[in-house]
């Protein structure tokens, strides 16, 4: 990470910023395999719309630990560039390891909020790509529009954003078991969880490309398997030390939670796989154009 190029901060995002540098990007950080492997088949969607070139510049918005970032420096080669640009430093020293480790001159990574750093770079890029790392704004307009002025005029959007909870065979299918023990839990909007759904409505996401200054907005949906542990008690475990053990068993007492844990158990028992446990998440593809 450059800290010469470290960012002022506007307290807007503040909550969002302070979960992703505390807990929650020490709990990426700690599971880094799981989750590149978790993420994997939307990476590959992400990467085939993309159509990365040699010599292109490219920004990874919400890079984490580099995953996309990486792939980009490979294809682009020594004649382009690409900068990851993420709110967490631990999760960003992961990716400025990965990508010395692998000798990738090209790729460089920036500490700074998307939403109010407004030199990301003006038309210093051919492409901004994004694996989940655009939906944790207070201001996705702001955010978007950053992202539009670093762009050259043609230049392309490209990004993955879940779909509703709803939709999420990978939280449905424990959720629904575990709340037939324990109370509903309550989510508010500075849970990092609950805003890791704030894209999931196309017609909101293509008004608010639109108002940006993109064009040719499109909104595909991408359904895959994903990975959540080698086995039953790995899947489990992680589950349990995740949000989704925080949020769904904070409030219920010691039986209910035995019993919760129980039948989560249960309902993922038929998703084990002999090279682990896989349940569907589904994502939504979205490309956009620069005017
Ligand atoms: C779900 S993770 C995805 C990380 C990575 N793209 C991947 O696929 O593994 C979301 C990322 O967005 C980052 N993020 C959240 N708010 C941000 C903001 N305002 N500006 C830049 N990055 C942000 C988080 O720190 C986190 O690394």
């Not at 909104?219 to 053990?245: I, K, N, W």
Request: aromatic content about 10%.
């Amino acid at each position: 990470m450059e800290p010469a190029m470290e960012r002022a901060m506007e307290p807007d995002n503040s909550p969002m910023i302070r979960a992703w540098e505390g807990e929650v990007g020490q709990l990426w950080v700690t599971e880094q395999a799981r989750y590149e492997r978790m993420h994997a088949p939307f990476g590959s969607t992400l990467l085939a719309a993309a159509q990365l070139r040699p010599g292109m510049r490219v920004l990874d918005a919400g890079c984490g630990m580099g995953d996309r970032t990486i792939d980009a420096a490979t294809t682009v080669g020594p004649h382009g560039k690409v900068v990851g640009v993420d709110v967490a430093s631990p999760m960003l020293q992961v990716a400025q390891h990965r990508a010395v480790e692998l000798g990738l001159d090209n790729a460089r990574f920036i500490r700074a909020d998307v939403q109010t750093t407004e030199d990301l770079g003006f038309e210093e890029f051919d492409l901004a790509l994004s694996q989940f790392g655009v939906m944790f704004f207070a201001d996705p307009y702001a955010a978007f529009a950053n992202l539009c002025t670093a762009l050259h005029p043609g230049g392309r959007l490209v990004f993955t954003c879940w779909q509703d909870l709803t939709h999420q065979q990978h939280l449905m299918v424990p959720l629904t078991a575990a709340l037939e023990h324990v109370p509903t839990p309550e989510f508010t909007a500075d849970n990092w969880s609950y805003a890791a759904f704030s894209l999931a409505d196309p017609t909101r996401t293509q008004a608010l490309l639109a108002k940006a200054g993109f064009a040719d907005v499109e909104v595909q949906p991408t359904v895959a398997p994903m990975y959540q542990g080698a086995d039953l008690s790995d899947a489990l475990r992680f589950l349990r030390q995740s949000e989704f053990g925080d949020a769904v068993f904070g409030g219920a007492g010691p039986a209910a939670t035995v019993q919760g844990w129980e039948a989560v158990a249960t309902a993922l028992a038929p998703y084990v796989r002999e090279d682990g446990v896989f349940l569907d998440g589904a994502a939504w593809l979205v490309t956009a154009t620069r005017t």
